[in-house]
């Protein structure tokens, strides 16, 4: 049991969390852990899109969740424009962008092919663009039964960490039941056999890149509604976070293996981590900073283990 990757990201995440608790004396233990649920969700909601996408194999990332998120939230906001009874207009706008994103992907992967990581960040540059476009520097606020869900709570824990839990859970049927999960994993441990064996590989592949602009999306349109309006910079920490969720919670970034646990118990240490660093009087660069060096040491790692066995 202890060697499961997930054993780890949780592990993580508690001693994170018990050093941040000691670094102040204790106090505030509830407050941290309610913090971390809640903005953990964000970052568990993305790494799940971006673990789907990782899953496929070596090459395969979406760089264009934060711009996807900036878009959805803004578009989804502007369409209610703070009236009361639109939150499910607003929802339908907002999973409509990420499906319309995760299209553009695709088609600049499989017409042009162009390399995903070339791909996402080169769109990402138009999404950014019809964001701001579209923004034009007004903050518009979400409507207030939108607003209260979003930071509101259900049994005392944070709507949004429901949100979350509740895709995973979807998730991690789907991998571990559905047969395109198979597909999916299939396709990433060795994708000319996963063809050979009848598996519509390039169907698998348009479905992730679908799925992963969706879920940002999603994330676009709860952190816009959280946060009281959508800024033109709110997805800006995503791009790093919803790859390091992934590497850390023990996913395998050759493919062909998800960790759904993995990527929540990543989730809630990453924001456990600032917080930790945060107490310690740290700047924002050292999370960066320490952010890509363990990513490069997990990656070094599984390098290492791969090649012994």
Do not use: H
Not at 103 to 118: G, Q, S, Y
Not at 142 to 155: I, M, N, Q, W
Not at 219 to 241: H, V
């Amino acid at each position: 049991m202890t060697m499961r990757p997930w054993v780890w990201a949780w592990a993580a995440a508690g001693l994170a969390f018990v050093i941040t608790l000691m670094l102040t004396s204790g106090r505030g233990a509830g407050e941290l852990a309610y913090a971390a649920l809640s903005f953990g969700a964000f970052a568990a909601i993305v790494g799940l899109g971006q673990m789907l996408v990782i899953t496929l194999g070596p090459g395969n990332v979406d760089l264009s969740i934060p711009a996807c998120m900036t878009l959805s939230g803004t578009l989804a906001l502007k369409t209610m424009g703070s009236d009361p009874n639109t939150a499910i207009l607003g929802l339908v706008v907002a999973l409509a962008t990420g499906f319309g994103v995760g299209c553009v992907n695709f088609l600049l992967i499989w017409l042009l092919r162009l390399p995903p990581i070339i791909a996402t960040l080169s769109a990402s540059l138009i999404y950014q663009s019809l964001a701001i476009w579209s923004n034009r520097g007004l903050r518009i606020k979400p409507p207030e039964g939108l607003a209260d869900f979003a930071t509101g709570r259900f049994v005392g824990v944070p709507n949004v960490a429901w949100v979350a839990l509740i895709l995973a859970v979807i998730v991690w049927v789907i991998l571990e039941r559905a047969v395109w999960g198979r597909w999916l994993l299939a396709s990433g441990q060795n994708a000319r056999a996963a063809r050979l064996a009848g598996i519509p590989v390039e169907a698998v592949r348009a479905a992730t890149y679908l799925s992963v602009s969706v879920f940002a999306a999603l994330a676009g349109y709860l952190l816009a509604s959280f946060s009281g309006g959508a800024a033109l910079n709110m997805g800006a920490e995503y791009l790093l976070t919803s790859i390091a969720v992934v590497v850390i919670g023990g996913s395998s970034i050759a493919g062909g293996n998800s960790n759904v646990p993995g990527v929540i118990g990543a989730a809630l240490f990453m924001f456990l981590l600032v917080s930790m660093l945060n107490s310690y009087g740290a700047g924002a660069g050292i999370k960066s900073v320490l952010t890509g060096t363990i990513i490069i040491a997990i990656v070094i790692a599984a390098s290492t283990r791969r090649s012994r066995q």
